[in-house]
């Protein structure tokens, strides 16, 4: 083979000793689990925000952005709950850039992987211990997710991942809300084929041992947009696209229908400013129809400290390094007219 052995990595029972959870830290993540599932389970009307930047490229900036969004939280809570993003490994496209926190904890140095181990559970860490928070990452990795398993509450599959098998056996296997990602081409029957996937239960080889999964009924839909043939973007959360996606839904005979709905990616045409007025379009589709209102339990959204995108070492302190995310003073703005629309 064509590969380096450079260390044999440490396993996730090792790297937990070293940063655990303690009981207190457990019962409020446990908490958390219970009220966001609640709404995929239809027994809260609250509205879900899971919000955050597009990579959590930084531990100091991405805990200021988590400690905002609890006092913005306090303000909204009778009607939003939010879910920070620390997304701590990135799918990149052509296979070049910043990969994330797992690869580089240093944007700037070299990879460094059993760093990169250490430092995406601290930072998940963190912002559950000093915020109360347990956050939403993007499974790239499913053979990684030991790693986080006691530290989030929410977990998304990519568009690039959404047809992968170990992803849809991995979510299976999780006793959290899973979302799918509709492809990059657009195809709603992979994604809905990979929910359906993540719903049974499946005999598999994971961690080295053979398990058995009992199926995930909070695995869901997560609406991204797509990109035609020709290379341009086309958005899919207007009412039409809802009403589309519902009916899969009756089709299907699944329970609990649901979907997320991405205002970034291709549904803004990664316009980040547009963001507010997508939000706005899909409540205003919820207000319309009970049948969408029922559906829809929730936005992805893309925000950090400051408008925009910057390369790897710009020195904008919370500014995204990858996709360019809506600064917080617009965010914040944002959440409170969600809330009061809701």
């Given at each position: ?13 090792v790297i937990k000793e070293m940063y655990p959870v303690s009981e207190e830290l457990a019962a409020v993540k446990a908490e958390n689990d219970e009220k966001i599932q609640a709404v995929f389970r ?223 990616h291709a549904n803004s045409g990664k316009r980040f400013e547009e963001q507010p007025r997508i939000a706005k379009e899909v409540l205003h589709s919820m207000r319309l129809s009970g049948d969408i ?50």
């Open positions: 083979m064509n590969l380096e052995y450079k260390r044999e990595m440490p396993t996730a029972r239809g027994k809260s009307d609250k509205f879900l925000l899971i919000i955050g930047p597009c990579s959590a490229d930084r531990e100091d900036s991405v805990i200021e952005y988590i400690s905002r969004l609890r006092d913005l939280q306090e303000k909204v809570k009778d009607k939003i709950v939010c879910v920070p993003r620390i997304y701590t490994n990135k799918p990149r496209t052509t296979g070049d850039g910043y990969k994330g926190m797992l690869h580089q904890p240093d944007p700037e140095a070299a990879p460094d992987m059993l760093k990169g181990l250490i430092a995406i559970r601290k930072v998940h860490l963190r912002a559950l211990s000093e915020t109360g928070f347990s956050c939403a990452d993007e499974m790239l990795y499913p053979h990684n997710h030991p790693y986080l398993s006691d530290l989030l509450s929410y977990v998304a599959v990519g568009a690039r991942s959404v047809e992968n098998q170990t992803h849809r056996l991995t979510a299976s296997g999780l006793d959290i809300p899973v979302g799918m990602k509709n492809p990059t081409g657009g195809m709603l029957s992979v994604m809905m084929n990979a929910i359906t996937a993540a719903r049974h239960p499946h005999t598999f080889v994971y961690s080295g041992w053979e398990v058995k999964s009992k199926g995930n009924p909070l695995s869901h839909a997560i609406l991204r947009g797509y990109t035609h043939k020709q290379g341009n973007t086309a958005p899919n959360y207007h009412y039409e696209d809802l009403r589309f996606l519902y009916e899969m839904y009756a089709k299907s005979g699944l329970e609990n229908p649901a979907v997320i709905v991405d205002t970034n209102a029922s559906m829809v339990k929730g936005l992805m959204i893309e925000s950090y400290l400051v408008d925009g995108c910057q390369a790897p070492g710009g020195g904008v302190y919370g500014q995204s390094i990858t996709d360019p995310c809506l600064g917080w003073e617009k965010t914040e703005k944002m959440v409170c007219e969600i809330a009061d629309l809701l």
